[in-house]
């Protein structure tokens, strides 16, 4: 009897000790669980796409939820980061993808509310790790214009259209660098600062090689400063990507009429040009101060050239009056050739000459006759 009684503790001692065991085990599980569960709610803001918040009209996220606030607040988006990374090595693209909008809408939203400077330090560091992210550098150029650095705003773009190959979005990159472009162009020409748009020019074909429109613009700067041989270099190494065939043949016909000059005789402080129209030879006085090209009614007769529809009020030493606007065909101004051209027909023209060679031809001439030497040359 003793000995059964012995058997009967050994068994209860051992379920005892199975028992506490086993619950033992269960606490270690739930502490161990616990830890993960207050990792995962500080990865939140990077992991859980449930959390983002709604749509606006214009496609942006609301306002971040408190978890995405709270450890960027403290300036601890390294942890984020580290959270995408772990989701695209997971291969959970969708949870990384959502984690990305909900960063860059965080940026937005403190560049609107004035904290670029923090924006720009959140984009730093995920443009380190995410550099072919187009969304992103096209957002660091928008905070740049909103501190007002218009020429740094350029760089993010630059940097993207270097690995850019969806046609849509390089034309997004391109409207946007135009932009800017054109505000600091017309900033630099309103100050008269051709030196300035000559260095931004050659800035831009250095670190955008494969546009040309930026050759373009340098070409033409750099003849209106009068540097036509190196305007020449530059126009023969130039493509056709960002230039229609039109303006690149103007920019040639005008550095052609800058190298050659319009040839001029002076006669009694008067400036006149040999032109020809229509296959016949005329003598033209050079009037910068009239907007218009003439030509007196005998020339006319002796053209042939079409009256037109049209008429202007001409002022003369008899007063006002209404004058012909007449079409003239194969006009030869120098090396410039003009298919027609619409002149003034003059009743009476000026002594001496078949008429007025005005500011509609000139102003076809880098510069205007006489200046430097260089569009207009005095008979020896």
């Known amino acids: 009897m003793s000995q059964l009684l012995w058997v009967v503790v050994l068994v209860l001692v051992f379920f005892a000790g199975w028992w506490v065991g086993r619950h033992q085990a269960t606490g270690e599980q739930a502490a161990s669980s616990s830890v993960e569960?207050?990792?995962?709610a500080a990865l939140a803001p990077a992991q859980r796409a449930g959390e983002l918040g709604p749509v606006?009209?214009?496609?942006?996220?609301?306002?971040?939820?408190s978890s995405l606030s709270d450890p960027l607040a403290a300036g601890s988006w390294e942890v984020l980061l580290d959270s995408i990374d772990r989701l695209d090595r997971q291969g959970r693209r969708r949870e990384a993808d959502e984690a990305?909008?909900?960063l860059l809408d965080q940026v937005r939203e403190w560049a609107r509310s004035g904290d670029q400077s923090r924006a720009l330090d959140l984009l730093l560091a995920y443009e380190g790790r995410n550099p072919h992210d187009l969304q992103a550098r096209l957002l660091h150029s928008d905070v740049l214009q909103m501190q007002g650095s218009l020429?740094?705003?350029m760089d993010p773009l630059l940097a993207a259209l270097q690995f850019a190959d969806e046609p849509l979005m390089i034309q997004r990159l391109r409207d946007a660098l135009r932009l800017l472009v054109n505000v600091h162009e017309s900033k630099?020409?309103?100050q008269q600062n051709l030196p300035g748009l000559i260095r931004f020019f050659e800035r831009l074909s250095r670190d955008d090689p494969g546009y040309d429109g930026h050759r373009l613009q340098l070409a033409r700067w750099l003849l209106v400063a009068g540097r036509f041989d190196e305007a020449q270099q530059v126009v023969q190494v130039m493509g056709l990507v960002g230039v229609t065939p039109e303006a690149r043949s103007d920019l040639e016909a005008e550095l052609g009429l800058a190298q050659s000059g319009l040839p001029v005789e002076w006669q009694d402080r008067a400036m006149h040009v040999e032109v020809s129209a229509a296959g016949?030879?005329?003598r033209l006085l050079v009037d910068t101060g009239a907007s218009t090209s003439a030509i007196s009614r005998s020339a006319a007769n002796a053209l042939g050239s079409a009256p037109t529809q049209q008429s202007v009020q001409v002022r003369t030493a008899a007063g006002i009056i209404?004058?012909?606007i007449h079409r003239v065909r194969d006009v030869q101004v120098g090396q410039l050739r003009l298919p027609y051209l619409d002149v003034i027909v003059l009743e009476q023209g000026p002594p001496g000459v078949d008429g007025l060679l005005g500011m509609d031809v000139l102003a076809r001439f880098p510069g205007l006759p006489g200046s430097s030497g260089r569009l207009g040359r005095p008979a020896t």
């Open 37 to 40: 569960a207050r990792r995962d």
């Open 56 to 65: 606006d009209q214009e496609g942006t996220r609301g306002a971040a939820p």
């Open 100 to 102: 990305r909008l909900r």
């Open 151 to 153: 020429l740094d705003a």
């Open 188 to 190: 630099l020409a309103a």
């Open 280 to 282: 016949r030879p005329l």
């Open 322 to 324: 209404s004058a012909q």
